[in-house]
């Protein structure tokens, strides 16, 4: 008999899903349960059924695993959804979630366990996107468009949080009103930038933004109207100097980038992140970064002293960010502002020597694949925030005559399902 919402069951759970649910098995139907630890055997109730799949929530845990903690807070907040599990159990989990993605997507096996480092669970996050309802600020809970306190996550700073709530305040006694906001902040959280989202039909006032700005102590503030035109206040872009990004490898230079822009979020895991992508790349040969961003690891490269390197970015405000951040090492690092395809379909020169790839969650699209392998570099360094679109471009390369040579975990988003990971492969 097929699993009905509402029913109340109960399971033995079995092993992390991707997303941050737990899975279990009631006569032969796989149940994905929130608020669950592997090994627990809890009271679930069904939320909803779709296909062969069931959907249940934790009403009560009857078998407790030792890895549970006590969490503060509302446990379905964004970013929350590990908060119940002990910090070490889940990197482990985030470690067996990118195998199974290998295993069961990629058909790639993999002869041990991927390790994950750790970060600090408290005040990491330099990078949110926040919302707004009834001049409240805040995170959606999981599945809805309910606000939650982004403040009781503890993802973001205090100082963070009350800075957008006061500058959203600000400009809602002004006669501004924001629907969402764009919250960036350096490694060192003494820049702060806020890009503003109006509400449908809300005015933009210069003199309300400065307001904004100075009230809650920004670097600076940014709002784009309806019509296109950018309204800036203060200076809307936060920097990183290079030294501070490659832990001293690099001593001068800065990366700079506007709220707009793309940038990995973790302030004390990036420095690592970084070294560890340099690391895997060799010394000699011609370098191609696709999906380069505001220029993270090709300018890092660049500022180590390798030449022919290229970047290739196709998001607007990263591209403009990408072309500044290049500018001091022009001799070195070229930049092509374009899609990925546009750039490898139009470039059919002898192939780089190696290829960074850090796509976005949907991973690389099968034309932009076909032309990475058929380039024949000899190693391929692949960054990603999403394990199954990796292990899916992972068997594409290795059908291509690559091998997977090194995998590690890199736990950017602490007490959430998320994981980064990075591949190095091989011909």
């Known amino acids: 008999m ?81 908060a119940h599990v002990s910090y070490g159990r889940g990197l482990e989990l985030k470690g067996e979630v990118i195998a199974d993605a290998f295993a069961r997507l990629g058909r790639i096996p993999l002869p041990s366990p991927v390790p994950v480092d750790a970060s600090p669970d408290r005040g990491y996050r330099m990078r949110a996107r926040l919302h707004v309802r009834s001049g409240r600020v805040g995170f959606y809970r999981e599945g809805t468009h309910e606000l939650c306190d982004a403040a009781g996550t503890g993802q973001l700073s205090d100082e963070a949080v009350n800075a957008a709530q006061t500058a959203t305040t600000h400009l809602a006694e002004r006669g501004t009103a924001v629907s969402s906001l764009e919250l960036t902040e350096n490694m060192a959280a003494d820049q702060r ?115 022919r390197v290229t970047a290739v970015e196709g998001d607007r405000s990263s591209g403009k960010d990408l072309q500044r951040n290049a500018a001091p090492y022009a001799g070195a690092l070229r930049v092509s502002i374009g899609s990925v395809e546009e750039y490898l379909t139009r470039r059919r020169a002898p192939g780089p020597a190696t290829i960074i790839v850090d796509p976005p969650r949907t991973g690389i699209s099968r034309e932009a694949m076909q032309a990475v392998v058929a380039r024949g570099a000899h190693r391929v360094v692949y960054v990603s925030c999403d394990p199954a679109t990796m292990a899916r471009d992972a068997r594409r390369l290795l059908d291509g005559g690559y091998r997977l040579t090194s995998l590690r975990g890199f736990d950017l988003f602490p007490n959430t399902p998320h994981v980064e990971a990075m591949g190095v492969f091989d011909r």
Not at 296 to 301: Q, R
């Open 2 to 82: 097929s699993l009905q919402p509402s029913q109340e069951i109960e399971l033995q759970i079995e092993k992390p899903a991707a997303g941050g649910r737990m899975i279990a098995r009631y006569e032969r139907q796989v149940v994905l349960v929130l608020g669950a630890i592997p090994g627990e055997r809890v009271l679930a109730r069904i939320s909803r059924v779709e296909r062969q799949v069931a959907f249940g929530d934790v009403l009560e845990v009857l078998e407790p695993s030792p890895d549970r903690r006590e969490m503060g807070g509302d446990p379905r907040c964004g970013g929350c959804l590990y």
């Open 193 to 307: 930038v806020l890009q503003i989202t109006a509400s449908p039909g809300t005015e933009l006032e210069d003199a309300a933004l400065d307001g904004a700005a100075a009230a809650a102590a920004l670097s600076g503030l940014s709002a784009r109207s309806e019509n296109g035109r950018l309204h800036t206040s203060g200076v809307p872009i936060v920097s990183d100097s290079l030294d501070s990004l490659t832990a001293g490898r690099v001593v001068s230079g800065a990366l700079e980038r506007h709220a707009e822009s793309f940038f990995q979020a973790n302030r004390f895991l990036l420095p690592s992140l970084v070294q560890t992508v340099l690391d895997a790349v060799p010394a000699d040969g011609d370098l191609l970064d696709l999906y380069a961003g505001v220029g993270l690891f090709s300018v890092a490269l660049a500022a180590t002293g390798r030449t």
